[in-house]
């Protein structure tokens, strides 16, 4: 099982959960457990600390037990442990961070007034050592790609109204770096492409002048390489890695905004890369000025250059995104799917691929057919804040056994009852596919209002009828059919 199958089987068995267990409960005691492996006959777990392990383990594993097998349709052992190594983690995080807050402060205490050193070190320390304590200024090579993501290039970038001009700006500076327009700063929404296109830039010189020195960074990175040259008393280290590259691409510029100490050692990296001739690219979300407590010096000199925004892609831009996305990663999705899901996921690219991921896992996973009426079950539950915007019926057991009922002329009753000449077992196998298919009930829960049936009686119509859809021409119709009618009704 592949870690996102296991992500998407742990968030099933966490949905199934929530029915059985209040909310606290869930939130303080389930939600916080992280899966780490499920066989066919195990599951896992760790959880933050002895106490939820205890209370899990003394209170909820029936109901563990019982959700994953709904999920799953296998009995598993449920085996957990604590989260130690991040435990230490975090315990080697809060040490290191004092220790070097203490050592930043005596330091700092030479030559500016204790106040000042708290107020200007203290909020980039803390916010450094969330993200790594490790990170150690090392010097790029000639050619060294290893900073760009090898998926972030200009054939790779879908074009449309919104984009065109950063796209046209980001390919111009690629042509001829540090020639016309110097720094490039572009900014946008939340994953809207700045990443992706500050990459392409990368690629593209190093293409046509393979010596190059580029280095993409964060500005999270770059704030820990800062400070952990002021801590281990090396400054030149990091002096040494910045100011020697042709090409620096600095990634959410904006995580500048308020501290002083960085701004003031970006300030001198900019000016000794500008006056050496050298590209300088950034991205924010938002433009120069709007970055707060931002230096006026660094304000003017990020204005001083070519300013680009991107905005969120219209619905034929998004389309053609999914496109580009499905054929990249050999997936087999229907227009009509992508087009379905381009028109509910408008403001943000990064949840438009996710979206389409999780549909095309979740139907491998399943063994489900990728319909419109799929993606829009798994659109229901990933895409809370861009609710379907078109009407859609509810759909459930009922409805999909009257639709089924009323096709085939025979009644509700015949689907629940117990006779089983072709007439009545055919169609009752065609609807426990369609509930299967069209709602997120469980097996056990389809096999129970049709009857009280067992879940395997409903596992084996599944694929009794999902083979004859494969197979058979005038019941793949049928099934059509229906469940444009069950959509529809
Ligand atoms: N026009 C596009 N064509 C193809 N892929 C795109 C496009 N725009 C965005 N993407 C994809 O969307 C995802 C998010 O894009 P990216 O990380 O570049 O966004 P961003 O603007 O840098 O966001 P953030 O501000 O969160 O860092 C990436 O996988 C990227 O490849």
């Not at 760790?46 to 205890?54: G, I, Q, T, V």
């Not at 572009?186 to 830039?201: E, F, P, R």
């Not at 030149?236 to 510029?253: G, M, S, T, W």
């Not at 990249?328 to 990064?350: G, K, Q």
């Amino acid at each position: 099982m592949t870690n996102l199958e296991l992500q998407l089987t742990w968030e099933k068995i966490l949905k199934n959960i929530q029915q059985s267990l209040a909310e606290h409960v869930c939130q303080n005691y389930i939600k916080p457990l992280k899966p780490i492996k499920l066989t066919n006959d195990r599951l896992e777990l760790l959880a933050p600390n002895d106490y939820s392990k205890d209370r899990v383990k003394s209170r909820y594993l029936p109901f563990l037990k019982d959700s994953c097998y709904e999920v799953t349709q296998n009995h598993v052992e449920i085996t957990i442990s604590i989260a130690q190594e991040e435990q230490n983690d975090d315990d080697t995080q809060k040490e290191l961070m004092n220790q070097q807050l203490k050592q930043i402060k005596q330091r700092n205490r030479r030559t500016r007034t204790k106040k000042k050193a708290n107020d200007l070190i203290q909020p980039t320390l803390t916010e450094a050592i969330q993200y790594d304590t490790a990170e150690t200024p090392m010097p790029i090579n000639p050619g060294d790609k290893s900073t760009l993501n090898p998926k972030y290039t200009f054939d790779t970038f879908v074009t449309g109204n919104s984009n065109s001009f950063a796209h046209a700006a980001a390919l111009a500076v690629a042509e001829n770096p540090a020639k016309n327009y110097n720094p490039f700063f572009m900014y946008g929404g939340v994953g809207l492409g700045k990443t992706h296109l500050m990459h392409a830039i990368g690629h593209k010189i190093l293409q046509n002048q393979p010596q190059k020195r580029v280095l993409y960074i964060s500005s999270e990175k770059f704030i820990n390489e800062l400070i952990n040259s002021i801590k281990d008393g090396k400054p030149e280290a990091f002096r040494q890695k910045y100011r020697n590259v042709d090409v620096l691409l600095v990634d959410d510029i904006q995580f500048l905004a308020n501290k002083e100490r960085v701004q003031e050692e970006f300030f001198h990296t900019f000016n000794a890369l500008k006056d050496a001739n050298k590209q300088i690219i950034l991205s924010s979300d938002r433009p120069p000025k709007e970055i707060e407590k931002l230096q006026d010096r660094l304000c003017s000199r990020f204005e001083g250059g070519l300013i680009a925004d991107v905005q969120a892609p219209d619905l034929e831009t998004r389309i053609a995104i999914l496109k580009k996305k499905s054929i990249l990663e050999n997936y087999n999705v229907p227009d009509d799917v992508m087009a379905y899901i381009a028109s509910h996921i408008d403001n943000n690219v990064r949840e438009l691929e996710g979206a389409l991921t999780q549909v095309v896992a979740r139907a491998s996973l399943c063994h489900y057919p990728i319909t419109n009426q799929f993606a829009m079950n798994v659109l229901q539950h990933i895409a809370i804040k861009n609710p379907p915007k078109q009407n859609t019926k509810i759909i459930n057991i009922n409805s999909i056994q009257e639709t089924v009922a009323n096709y085939f002329k025979i009644t509700i009753a015949d689907l629940n009852g117990k006779k089983r000449n072709r007439s009545i077992a055919f169609p009752r196998q065609i609807a426990m596919y369609l509930c299967r298919e069209l709602t997120s009930s469980s097996l056990p829960r389809i096999g129970k209002t049709f009857g009280g049936r067992d879940h395997t009686t409903v596992m084996h119509a599944c694929d009794k009828i999902k083979k004859q859809y494969m197979e058979n021409t005038e019941i793949a119709k049928t099934i059509n059919k229906l469940r444009e009618q069950i959509n529809h009704a």
